[in-house]
């Protein structure tokens, strides 16, 4: 699983510009005024061989009584217990404030392994100016820069070493013959009640609370003699383990989930169509190369033009889901459950179909002849051969010259061609260009 790091502090220190700097992105919106991070915001950074998941959080108010400020106190307790790791931003130029020692007294009690970090410090001398800080009692001050980018390695340098991480992330063989199911969704779409179904009995119970069910939660199941490990999302838990629910949806574990799984059913609501939540866990699926099948729950309780509705929903929120196969189904009544399963033993075949390099590079050869790449300035590409470059998902790779000049339309029509040829449904498919250099480039330019 990916570390967590959580970045905690009073309004405007800089958290989101951190965030930004973390990620290499530009994601959570910076701007100079206070309060501007309400929710919880969550992006994804890479040092080295390691990767990890960070948290933007509004600014932290831990004794907010009331408003707008309680709820945002609130996402910022949830980030904590969802974290690893907590950095605790505070302003170097503002200096140390009253805020900042109750946020102090609230992280010390939580007991997680928290980082001190003093932004906006460039150009400052560290012995001088933060010796302040260190009344907070964390230790070491790091003095950074978000803004310049200052103090940013030595920052996730330490906050990764704190984890005793192994050097090298590891790599696990893959077992093709059990199925890691990992059922995602928002709140309320239906994830438990569709798991409890296919386990036969209501013996899981969904809830969620800070620092018990932020890791994924698998359960063995059996379905016609093809083993699976349903990968949940909703937190479940056995019945007498239930906990008041402070709120009912991990970000963080359902990125966990779909990482570990090799199938995702996303799951969504016929009453309120696709939302900005299903796209983002949709498009965080794609990106991590998982296969994928769609569910549309609750299918018996809208009427045909709700249906009309939800179905141009998804043909215009989803286009890049074009690859899954959709279902209609109901949970609660059991109907339309049983092609669910063929569509993910399905996409599950795809995701792990090998493909043998001869096949491949006739597969080439012939759409090529069918219909040549465009020339890009003096030159037309020139493919001469593919092979498979990975599974889950299948990558192939196609070496020639000029590649770099193939358009991503011609890589659409390639990839068009490979999953005819090998029936591929369900799964992501990834082309590479692979350019061979030029061994006279260099004689002729001296």
């Known amino acids: 699983m990916k570390p967590v ?45 390691h990767e990890y998941i960070v948290i933007d959080t509004g600014g932290f108010e831990p004794d907010a009584s009331s408003g707008i400020y309680k709820e945002m106190a609130k996402q910022t307790q949830q980030a904590v217990a969802e974290a690893d790791v907590v950095i605790f931003v505070v302003d170097a130029r503002g200096g140390l404030s009253a805020q900042d020692h109750d946020i102090a007294k609230y992280l010390r009690k939580i007991g997680k392994p928290c980082l001190l970090v003093a932004n906006k410090a460039e150009g400052m001398r560290e012995g001088i100016q933060l010796t302040e800080f260190y009344e907070l009692g964390f230790g070491e001050v790091l003095a950074i820069s978000a803004a310049h980018g200052q103090g940013i390695r030595g920052l996730v340098d330490l906050a990764l070493e ?78 007498g383990k239930v906990f008041e629910a402070i709120e009912k949806f991990s970000v963080v ?25 299903d796209a983002h866990i949709a498009g965080f699926a794609l990106e991590s190369g998982r296969a994928m099948v769609l569910a549309v729950n609750k299918w018996d309780a809208v009427d045909e033009y709700q249906r009309q509705l939800v179905q141009r ?15 209609f189904i109901s949970a609660k009544k059991r109907q339309g459950l049983g092609p669910v399963w063929g569509s993910i033993i399905k996409a599950h075949k ?46 192939i790779v196609i070496h020639g010259n000029s590649l770099e ?23 992501p498919l990834r082309i590479e260009m692979k350019t061979s250099t030029n061994p006279y480039a260099d004689k002729e330019s001296s």
Do not use: C
């Open 253 to 277: 574990k359902t990125l966990q989930a779909v990482e570990s799984a090799n199938v995702v059913l996303l799951l969504l609501d016929a009453e309120q169509g696709v939302t900005d939540q």
């Open 405 to 427: 000049h193939v358009t991503e339309s011609y890589k659409r029509f390639l990839e068009g061609r490979f999953r005819k040829a090998f029936d591929l449904s369900g799964t």
């Open 162 to 239: 704190s984890l005793n991480l192994p050097e090298e992330p590891e790599e696990y063989e893959v077992d093709t013959s059990i199925i890691k199911l990992a059922v995602a969704g928002r709140p309320n779409v239906g994830k438990s009640t569709l798991i409890n179904t296919w386990l036969g009995e209501e013996r899981l119970v969904a809830f969620d609370m800070p620092g018990t069910t932020r890791d994924a939660i698998s359960v063995p199941f059996e379905r016609d003699g093809q083993k699976f490990e349903l990968i949940d999302t909703a937190g479940l838990r056995r019945k």
């Open 5 to 49: 790091l959580a970045l905690v502090g009073r309004p405007n220190v800089g958290k989101s510009t951190l965030f930004n700097r973390l990620t290499k992105s530009r994601d959570a919106i910076v701007a100079d005024f206070a309060g501007l991070t309400r929710d919880r915001h969550y992006g994804q950074g890479k040092q080295g061989k």
């Open 313 to 327: 929903s998804i043909e215009t929120r989803l286009p890049f889901l074009s690859f899954a196969n959709m279902h």
């Open 350 to 395: 795809s995701a792990m179909i090998k493909m043998s390099t001869p096949i491949l590079t006739r597969l080439l050869l012939e759409a090529v002849q069918f219909q040549s790449p465009q020339r890009g300035g003096m030159f037309r590409p020139k493919m001469r051969y593919a092979h498979q470059g990975g599974m889950n998902p299948p990558v």
